[in-house]
């Protein structure tokens, strides 16, 4: 593995009926580069006024999970989790954390999936480090992605 530049991937992914999916990165077929997620920040695009609760959980997948689903570290498409609440009424705050596996490349798809979160507009800031694989380690990668569904 050869690692080279940093890239950041950011954007908007709006929730309704707490639930939300977004494909960020489409497969180009080029599998001997990837990308090794470094970090990821989730937070509201509205500013909280202090009246309303205000929670989010987000999944980074390398494929498709359904929404609704639970944040599953045995699940190995997941790599990825970041969670916060705002208690609007006491202005309580659940610092923002994330989880990231240390152990993965994304060289096809990557996923945002959010869950269990308060309907609205959300952006997302992703730091990634671009990644040159050999052969071997893009096909063990691949493989890594569904061997534990």
């Known amino acids: ?20 999916r ?17 970090s990821i920040q989730v937070w509201n695009s509205i500013t909280p006024d202090g009246t309303a609760n ?14 609704g689903t639970d944040m599953n570290a045995s699940d190995n498409r997941q790599f990825a989790w970041n969670q916060s609440s705002i208690n609007g009424v006491d202005g309580g705050l659940l610092q923002p954390y994330t989880i990231i596996d240390p152990d993965h490349i994304v060289n096809r798809d990557l996923f945002l999936t ?29 493989i890594k992605e569904t061997s534990q569904q």
């Open 114 to 142: 959010m869950t269990n979160s308060t309907d609205g507009v959300y952006n997302y800031l992703i730091e990634a480090q671009v990644v040159e694989l050999s052969d071997d380690e893009a096909i063990i990668t691949i």
């Open 54 to 67: 205000r929670t989010h959980t987000a999944i980074l997948s390398l494929d498709t999970i359904i929404t």
């Open 1 to 20: 593995m050869k690692f080279g530049k940093l890239r950041t991937l950011r954007g908007q992914v709006t929730v309704s009926a707490g639930e939300a």
């Open 22 to 38: 977004k494909n960020i990165i489409v497969s180009d077929g080029l599998v001997n580069l990837g990308l090794k997620i470094i």
